[in-house]
């Protein structure tokens, strides 16, 4: 049974562009987390997805930042026009229901911005 | 609470050695708490967990052990391993069961 898997793994951007980062949840988990974790620091929670839906979007700056769980296909993080304070490690997690179970993590997404 | 801090503290053990890593939690209604492994340039590794009807756990050579009167948890590995080298996390839901808060992290650091 496949862990969680994120891609890329290493994503390297210039100021200004995009990133798009990939999640697909552990097979028969209907539930995405992003998390984002800056250099020696804990794991801060950004959105709560299910399928085709955003359930909690809390943690997400109010700019630039989206995210998607669509019907078919992996959950996205987008990140438009970037800057350097985004370069940090962002990671997905899944469950399989909401409420007693452990999130499982993704090996996450390293993104540096130039 | 929120992870703070430029700096992780760390604890230093021999091999073999009994570990104790501790966590102070803020949310006094929080229920469900987590301890994570997160080795170098991977994702948080789930440990064990435990919920706040219980005050202690016992897994594979680690017990957690919860104190509600003081908001603290604390994670025992016994006979630690240089395998066990990583920064250990707790974890605590808050505001429902879809967001995870992370505790400051400490690097556990094995020494043959």
């Known amino acids: 049974n496949a862990g969680v898997m994120q891609n890329p793994r290493h994503l390297v951007r210039r100021r200004g562009q995009e990133a798009r980062l990939r999640c697909s949840p552990m097979?028969?988990?209907?539930?995405v987390y992003w998390y984002r974790q800056l250099p020696e620091e804990g794991l801060k929670f950004m959105v709560y997805?299910?399928?085709?839906?955003?359930?909690?979007e809390s943690g997400m700056p109010k700019e630039r930042f989206s995210a998607e769980f669509p019907k078919e296909g992996p959950s996205i993080l987008r990140i438009q026009q970037v800057v350097r304070g985004d370069s940090a490690a962002y990671f997905c997690?899944?469950?399989?229901?909401?409420?007693?179970?452990?999130?499982?993590f993704g090996p996450g997404t390293r993104l540096t911005v130039l | 609470g929120e992870s703070v801090g430029l700096h992780l503290p760390t604890l230093s053990v021999q091999e073999g050695d009994n570990s104790i890593i501790n966590c102070a939690y803020s949310?006094?209604?929080?229920?469900?708490f987590i301890w994570y492994k997160q080795e170098s340039g991977k994702g948080p590794q789930f440990i064990i967990d435990?919920?706040?009807?219980?005050d202690k756990r016992q897994g594979q050579r680690v017990t957690v052990l919860l104190n509600k009167t003081v908001k603290h948890l604390s994670l025992q590995i016994a006979a630690t391993q240089p395998g066990d080298s990583a920064v250990y996390f707790c974890?605590?839901?808050?505001?429902?069961?879809?967001?995870?808060?992370f505790g400051a992290g400490t690097r556990l650091a094995v020494h043959p």
């Open positions: 997690a899944s469950s399989p229901v909401e409420g007693t179970d452990t999130q499982y």
């Open positions: 097979k028969g988990h209907s539930h």
């Open positions: 997805l299910q399928k085709e839906n955003i359930i909690d």
């Open positions: 949310n006094s209604a929080s229920d469900y």
């Open positions: 435990i919920r706040s009807n219980m």
């Open positions: 974890a605590e839901f808050s505001g429902g069961y879809n967001k995870l808060i």
